[in-house]
């Protein structure tokens, strides 16, 4: 190999001469990189976004004895890490009586706490892979110091990192593959290949699409002139799938429902398209823009082009790894910004790699780049310092509403500000009870009986099964009797209520509280098939995250009593039973209900018997329906 020149790829770039400096401005981007990531950690500040469901539950459930989670949009190895996290803290800090009542009261009371680990995790990872991208930039000898820094501030990967999910995680993942890839160039040793394919089985066991970076080491190896039929890629190849089924078992154990759960996620990311753009267009004109600007973007292509025409195998690989990647989620239907952030760390190498052959220009060309990224991901940073609109809502919601208030809520449920309803509730006991491994209703309230509801429980009218009332109207007000109404309104289509819905509430008389009223003089640019209230560009003067929210009471009366925990599931479970009812599932529901009526016989929740009358008479049921709406009249008086 020639001696080292600035095109030359070598393991160590930095030598003896740099002595501390270069250690400690490494030290200074990952703390940069925190810096930016940290904010809208707390649930008291970022409201929940829909994916974060999966990432708090699931590992909860897992913990609870449901040990193959019985869905697969995802695979299970994110589940089986938050849980182990999770684990430890309850160890360490639980509120229960034991770890299995610790548990048990996070997953019903306190969801906030995992929420908040595994945003952490999130931010760890983000973290974890600024050192990820300089350590591939310096295997390329690319420049470990400028990639690092250009992944410290990418506008996308700065919002994203704070979300609960999969995405960051497996965007660490999917470099630390590439570095173990780029490393076969100067290594034969079968241990290496291992170790290839290992972290390739960890990639694509955190979300599916991390299997692509395999195509880095067949390009690397034969580039390097050896033989296709090779042990070595057969390591390879057994240890990424060894790795995967050992993370996610429930591809064996529970197979049936892997494969349905598989072709309906095939669904959602095979070609064609949703947005009114092509996808490819769509991840440059948005995602990668975005990312680094227009002076990234162009470098980055540049750095592409130079990768593919210098024809090194590490080089290659990331190269190979980059196009297959993008190629795959510019062609599937939906095509959300965050599909990208896999491609942020390969970009930032890449615009190292052209920043390196503008001679003089260098360190112009990267700043070109730093500076308005590094405004973005301030500006994101800034915003998530302020609680969103929906956290505003839920707090006055849990001051101001009554506790088993009915409420309508219009607008979309990704935007509902965050509030504790019994249909959640009444979710979490449904998931309970799909295994006899978890815990009974009766096991669980023997544990919350001793600590009351944290804050007060609503009903939601509108939920997954009536979507079609989420515009909102008068009639489904006054059809449900109910006691508010919560409103919200943004440029994202997942806040969109019925143009005439203030018109028609006009008439409704009582206390009226607004959030984000004022902010809609900015115009940000948002992924609009993502329900991340979070902008990506074009901030303005926009001062706090989320919906223009509205919550008007009717009612302020509410039930004359104390809320226990057998109240709230006697509620819970008779809501479930109308939902059953719904579904055509008569024998379910009329269990449900004369466990809901038979737990709490003194209740004095006139809602509770009301909706147990609604439920007996859709059963057809006279005499128990005519009995609960007496007991429920009696009650309002």
């Given at each position: 190999m020639p001696a080292h020149s600035e095109d030359t790829p070598v393991e160590e770039n930095h030598g003896a001469a740099a002595g501390w400096r270069q250690p400690a401005m490494g030290a200074g981007l990952l703390l940069l990189a925190a810096a930016l990531r940290w904010p809208g950690i707390s649930p008291d500040i970022a409201a929940w976004h829909p994916d974060e469901y999966n990432f708090v539950f699931w590992p909860l459930l897992v913990l609870l004895g449901e040990y193959t989670p019985p869905v697969f949009y995802y695979p299970h190895l994110s589940y089986y890490l938050l849980a182990t996290v999770n684990a430890v803290h309850l160890a360490v800090a639980g509120e229960g009586d034991g770890f299995a009542a610790s548990a048990l009261l996070r997953y019903f009371w306190f969801p906030e706490q995992a929420l908040a680990v595994a945003r952490v995790v999130g931010v760890g990872c983000g973290v974890a892979t600024v050192a990820a991208t300089g350590l591939l930039a310096r295997r390329l000898g690319a420049g470990a110091l400028t990639a690092a820094g250009l992944m410290a501030v990418c506008v996308i990967h700065v919002r994203q990192s704070p979300v609960a999910g999969a995405d960051v995680p497996m965007a660490l993942l999917f470099v630390l593959a590439l570095w173990a890839a780029a490393r076969l160039e100067s290594t034969d040793d079968v241990r290496h290949y291992l170790l290839a394919g290992?972290?390739?089985?960890?990639?694509?066991?955190?979300?599916?699409?991390?299997?692509?970076?395999?195509?880095?080491?067949?390009?690397?190896?034969?580039?390097?002139?050896?033989?296709?039929?090779?042990?070595?890629?057969?390591t390879a190849a057994a240890g990424a799938t060894a790795v995967f089924l050992l993370t996610t078992p429930g591809v064996l154990l529970d197979s049936a429902t892997f494969t349905s759960g598989f072709a309906e996620l095939w669904q959602h990311v095979s070609p064609g398209t949703v947005a009114a753009t092509p996808g490819w267009w769509r991840h440059l004109s948005l995602s990668l823009w975005t990312a680094y600007g227009p002076a990234g973007l162009a470098l980055c292509l540049a750095g592409l082009a130079l990768a593919v025409q210098r024809r090194r195998p590490g080089e290659l690989g990331v190269a190979?790894?980059?196009?297959?990647?993008?190629?795959?989620?510019?062609?599937?239907?939906?095509?959300?910004?965050?599909?990208?952030?896999?491609?942020?760390?390969?970009?930032?190498?890449?615009?190292?790699?052209?920043?390196?052959?503008?001679?003089?220009?260098?360190?112009?060309?990267?700043l070109a780049v730093l500076v308005p990224s590094l405004y973005g991901s301030t500006r994101i940073a800034d915003l998530r310092w302020r609680p969103d609109t929906r956290v505003q809502?839920?707090?006055?919601?849990?001051?101001?509403?009554?506790?088993?208030?009915?409420?309508?809520?219009?607008?979309?449920?990704?935007g509902d500000p965050p509030s504790r309803t019994f249909e959640d509730i009444w979710w979490k006991i449904s998931q309970l009870a799909r295994t006899e491994d978890t815990p009974s209703v009766g096991e669980a309230l023997a544990v919350l009986d001793r600590v009351p509801p944290p804050v007060p429980f609503v009903s939601f009218v509108v939920q997954t099964g009536n979507q079609d009332l989420a515009a909102g109207s008068q009639s489904t007000v006054t059809g449900f009797g109910c006691d508010g109404v919560v409103t919200h309104a943004h440029e994202l289509g997942f806040s969109t209520r019925t143009t005439d819905l203030t018109d028609q509430?006009?008439?409704?008389?009582?206390?009226?509280?607004?959030?984000?009223?004022?902010?809609?003089?900015?115009?940000?640019?948002?992924?609009?098939?993502?329900?991340?209230?979070?902008?990506?560009?074009?901030?303005?003067?926009?001062?706090?995250?989320?919906p223009r929210v509205s919550v008007q009471l009717l009612d302020t009366g509410g039930a004359n009593m104390r809320w226990a925990a057998r109240?709230?599931?006697?509620?819970?479970?008779?809501?479930?039973?109308?939902?059953?009812?719904?579904?055509?599932?008569?024998?379910?529901?009329?269990?449900?209900?004369?466990?809901?009526?038979s737990s709490v016989p003194e209740s004095r929740d006139a809602r509770l018997f009301s909706d147990a009358a609604i439920v007996f008479q859709r059963l057809g049921l006279a005499e128990p329906a005519r009995s609960s709406a007496a007991r429920a009249a009696a009650l309002e008086r």
């Open positions: 290992v972290l390739i089985g960890l990639a694509a066991a955190l979300k599916y699409q991390g299997a692509l970076v395999a195509v880095a080491v067949p390009v690397v190896h034969l580039t390097c002139r050896r033989s296709l039929v090779d042990v070595r890629l057969a190979a790894a980059f196009l297959l990647y993008f190629v795959v989620i510019g062609s599937a239907k939906l095509t959300y910004v965050r599909y990208a952030l896999p491609l942020t760390p390969l970009a930032a190498v890449f615009i190292t790699i052209a920043c390196r052959r503008c001679g003089r220009w260098a360190p112009l060309a990267a809502a839920a707090g006055w919601m849990a001051t101001h509403v009554p506790a088993g208030s009915v409420l309508c809520n219009f607008g979309g449920w990704a509430l006009a008439e409704l008389v009582g206390p009226e509280a607004r959030f984000g009223d004022g902010t809609d003089t900015a115009s940000p640019r948002y992924d609009d098939l993502d329900a991340l209230y979070v902008p990506l560009s074009g901030f303005g003067d926009l001062r706090r995250a989320g109240d709230v599931f006697a509620r819970a479970l008779v809501r479930g039973a109308r939902s059953l009812v719904d579904e055509g599932q008569h024998d379910a529901a009329l269990h449900l209900v004369q466990q809901s009526l």
